[in-house]
């Protein structure tokens, strides 16, 4: 079955510390660009950080530039986020997402996407 | 790239067609416009890529268009499963973002 699974989310006091993980099975993951997408409560959609296929051209936001960062291990399918400094207001629901498109960039649509893993910083 | 999604809310009955606006700030290549349908307590699914193009699985009934700074998504014969947050996105430049959604009732 073609699937992401994230886990990692927790209860954080701010200035905390988290590493989120998104494991992907059925399909070849070094193909795909990869994103993490966050959803406060009550809010939309948020994109956060994108990569490569391959692992290049990490992207985040400026909201989380300097204290987040995404990398993936493509040997063990897995997408990382590692957020340092949590503010109260990274108090979200993370999803990592697909890019449609097993061109290795991270410049289409999301075609599959994982389940959450809730984050709260208080 | 700001987007913004009209109207904000909308309710409609089984057997109606509903559609929803979605405005960019800029303008954006068509290639890079997508829709997507969240229903509570899962996560966002891709209805439309491309600004017309519909993904895998997704039903004849939902159709989308739109060029430059202006996308619509139209859905007809409603059904209750249809209801729903709908959102559009972009990915023309980075950083990508949604529009505020769109919730869908259908009663």
């Known amino acids: 079955e073609v699937q992401l699974m994230e886990s990692g989310g927790d209860l954080v006091q701010p200035g905390g510390y988290l590493r989120l993980s998104c494991s992907g099975s059925g399909f070849t993951f070094r193909n795909h660009g990869m994103s993490w997408v966050r959803q406060a409560p009550g809010k939309g959609p948020e994109w956060v950080s994108g990569?490569?296929?391959?692992?290049?051209?990490?992207f985040h936001i400026d909201a989380v530039k300097g204290r987040f960062t995404i990398s993936r291990d493509n040997s063990k399918s897995t997408l990382y986020l590692e957020m340092n400094n949590l503010r109260v207001d990274d108090t979200a629901v993370y999803f990592c997402?697909?890019?449609?498109?097993?061109?290795?960039?991270?410049?289409?649509?999301?075609?599959?996407w994982g389940q959450g893993t809730a984050v709260t910083v208080s | 790239i700001v987007l913004t999604q009209s109207p904000v809310t909308l309710s409609l009955s089984p057997g109606n067609s509903a559609t929803i606006f979605c405005r960019a700030s800029v303008r954006i290549d068509s290639g890079t416009l997508a829709w997507y349908r969240q229903r509570p307590g899962q996560a966002p699914s891709l209805l439309i890529y491309g600004a017309s193009k519909r993904a895998s699985g997704i039903s004849e009934r939902i159709s989308a268009s739109g060029s430059g700074t202006d996308f619509t998504l139209t859905l007809i014969r409603l059904e209750p499963d249809d209801s729903a947050v709908y959102y559009c996105?972009?990915?023309?430049?980075?950083?990508?973002?949604f529009g505020q959604g769109t919730k869908l009732e259908i009663k």
């Open positions: 990569i490569t296929g391959v692992g290049g051209r990490p």
């Open positions: 997402a697909r890019d449609r498109s097993p061109g290795g960039s991270y410049d289409d649509a999301f075609d599959l």
């Open positions: 996105q972009q990915c023309d430049s980075t950083p990508y973002t």
